[in-house]
Nanobody, 128 residues
Framework: QVQLVESGGGLVQAGGSLRLSCETSGRTFSRYAMGWFRQAPGKEREFVAASTRNGVSTGYANSVKGRFTISRDNAKNTVYLQMNSLKPEDTAVYCC?????????????????????WGQGTQVTVSS
């Protein structure tokens, strides 16, 4: 079992920045590809960013590419999401997730069904 706890959300003005953190339990964090997803009111959960288990390769949704950066520190069992140039449409609950599938060191995925463990989420609100 893997437990994930997000932090770092809050209220920010458009154009501002936030850094989300997701700390995981257990000693196997480095085995998991990690992802960030978000869900706005009345909308489905959508992919934001993902990282291979070693952090070398990453992927992003088109809507956040160039503004958001996913990174991880395997020594701290933590994955981060740096969010810059925030827009009101970025307002959502942001969740991190761990994918248990062993796809190798180059594996990451935007498919939410591939993720086995989820955090509770942290609210991000961007005011105009």
């Amino acid at each position: 079992q893997v437990q994930l706890v997000e932090s770092g959300g809050g209220l920010v003005q458009a154009g501002g920045s936030l850094r989300l953190s997701c700390e995981t339990s257990g000693r196997t964090f480095s085995r998991y590809a990690m992802g960030w997803f978000r869900q706005a009111p009345g909308k489905e959960r959508e992919f934001v960013a993902a990282s291979t288990r070693n952090g070398v390769s990453t992927g992003y949704a088109n809507s956040v590419k160039g503004r958001f950066t996913i990174s991880r520190d395997n020594a701290k069992n933590t994955v981060y999401l740096q969010m810059n140039s925030l827009k009101p449409e970025d307002t959502a609950v942001y969740c991190c997730a761990a994918a248990g599938y062993d796809g190798g060191s180059n594996y990451y995925t935007s498919n939410r069904g591939a993720y086995d463990y989820w955090g509770q989420g942290t609210q991000v609100t961007v005011s105009s």
